[in-house]
């Protein structure tokens, strides 16, 4: 069974940093795209970050360029985002979802791009 579970969210001052992790059971990790989406309250779904297959470009939004860093571990079929310098802004749900190769003419950021979601974890970012 195909199966993504994120953890490591939680409540965190601004300024501060997390570390989540997105756990893939069912398949090998680096044989897709993994992608992290998050989605805040009254918002719609975005997509953070994407992380490739294979050696290639990795994508970041604009809004977390330079605070967030995607990763893999193969060896424990693990995704990582270190989220540093957080801002209340970021507060949301967390999701790891995997891609495919992106269809002709398609954009990273595109949510339908993704599927086999995990169920989430929620990070705040509160003083």
């Known amino acids: 069974q195909v199966q993504l579970v994120e953890s490591g969210g939680g409540l965190v001052q601004p300024g501060g940093s997390l570390r989540l992790s997105c756990a893939a059971s069912g398949f090998t990790l680096d044989s897709y795209a993994i992608g992290w989406l998050r989605q805040a309250p009254g918002k719609e779904r975005e997509v953070v970050s994407r992380?490739?297959?294979?050696?290639?470009?990795?994508y970041y939004a604009d809004s977390v360029k330079g605070r967030f860093t995607i990763s893999r571990d193969n060896a424990k079929n693990t995704v990582f985002l270190q989220m540093n310098n957080l801002k209340p802004e970021d507060t949301a749900v967390y999701y790891c979802?995997?891609?495919?190769?992106?269809?002709?003419?398609?954009?990273?950021?595109?949510?339908?791009?993704?599927?086999?979601w995990g169920q989430g974890t929620q990070v705040t970012v509160s003083s």
């Open positions: 979802a995997r891609s495919g190769p992106l269809r002709t003419g398609a954009q990273w950021w595109a949510v339908r791009e993704y599927d086999t």
């Open positions: 992380l490739p297959s294979k050696l290639g470009r990795v």
